[in-house]
């Protein structure tokens, strides 16, 4: 059986997708903390079948909860303090996201003028659909920006 230690302080991210760990922990900018973090993948879940596990040693606002939420909006943030969970957040997709999506569109501003943001608005949230501020063009899976 595998063991992780206990956090002192910091946050557990549960319920993350199968796979997803490793993207979220560069989107979250972890590489660049000089903090303890754990990444267990393809735990077995009751719930999912397998899912992906982040737990981090560090200050729980330096979390962008934005980009974690339109990643998947579906995971758990454990907040802990003292070795123990103090607060459970949900996440709710955001409103606009920037610097995450890059827009596909040629013809977009955003392609020609390289110190333009990348911006996108939650156009349908029933659907989960995010469109580009200057062109309208909608997001697709692929357009991720890698870090």
Same mark, same amino acid.
């Given at each position: ?11 557990? $991210?549960?319920?993350?997708? !199968? *796979? ?5 922990? @560069?989107?979250? *900018?972890?590489?660049?903390? %000089?903090?303890?973090?754990? #990444? ?10 397998? @899912?992906?596990? $982040? ?13 974690? !939420?339109?990643?998947?909006?579906? #995971? ?10 103090? +607060?459970? =957040? ?7 996201? /920037? *610097?995450? #999506?890059?827009?596909?569109?040629? =013809?977009?501003?955003?392609?020609? /003028? ?8 939650? !156009?349908? +949230?029933?659907? +989960? ?6 062109? %309208?063009? @909608?997001?697709? +899976?692929? %357009?991720?920006?890698?870090?």
């Amino acid at each position: 059986m595998l063991n992780i230690g206990k956090l002192e302080e910091g946050f557990v $991210l549960d319920h993350i997708q !199968a *796979g997803k760990s490793m993207q979220i922990y @560069k989107h979250l *900018g972890l590489d660049k903390l %000089d903090s303890t973090v754990a #990444i267990i993948k393809n735990a077995k879940s009751k719930l999912m079948g397998k @899912k992906d596990i $982040l737990k981090i040693e560090c200050d729980i606002d330096s979390l962008d909860l934005d980009v974690l !939420a339109f990643i998947d909006h579906n #995971i758990t943030v454990n907040v802990i303090k003292d070795g123990q969970i103090i +607060e459970k =957040r949900s996440l709710v997709l955001p409103k606009q996201i /920037e *610097g995450v #999506i890059k827009c596909h569109n040629p =013809r977009c501003i955003s392609s020609i /003028e390289q110190e333009l943001p990348q911006i996108f608005y939650l !156009a349908d +949230e029933k659907n +989960e659909i995010y469109r580009c501020k200057y062109c %309208d063009e @909608k997001y697709s +899976e692929g %357009d991720v920006v890698s870090h």
